[in-house]
C-alpha cells in the first residue's frame, strides 16, 4: 500500500487548470535529433524494405513456374488418349490458353489470399 498524498484544495485550485499540459513540460529533456542521424536510419530502412521486397519477388518466379507445370501435367494427362501414359511437361506447350487461364485463376486467388491474411 502507498502513502497518499494529501492536496491542500488551495493550492490544488491555484495550480490546476486547463492551461496546464496533462503530462507536464518536456521542453530541453528530449535532446535535438542530429540530421545525419535522421538521413542513416531512413536510408537504413529504405534498404531493408528494398531488400525484403526484392526478395518477394524472386521467390514468386518459381512457384508460378511449378504451378504452370502441375496444371499443364493435368491438362495433358486429362486429355490424353492414353491415360497410362505418364506425360512429361517439358515435352507439351503450356502456354496454352487453358493451362495458362487455370494459371491466371490460380495466382489471381493466391495474391487475393495473401492481401487477406497480412
Known sequence: MGVAQVIEPEAEAQTIDETVPL????KGVVPPV?????????????????VLDLGA????????QIF???ICSNYYNAHSKDPSKVLDTRNYNC??????SELAYLTGWMDTAGMTVC
Not at 503530462?23 to 518536456?26: A, E, T, V
Open 57 to 64: 519477388v524472386l521467390g514468386q518466379s518459381p512457384s508460378t
Open 68 to 70: 504452370e507445370e502441375i
Open 23 to 26: 503530462l507536464g513540460s518536456s
Open 95 to 100: 502456354k496454352i490458353e487453358p493451362v495458362q
Open 34 to 50: 542530429n540530421k545525419a542521424m535522421r538521413r542513416r536510419v531512413f536510408i537504413a530502412l529504405l534498404a531493408m524494405i528494398c
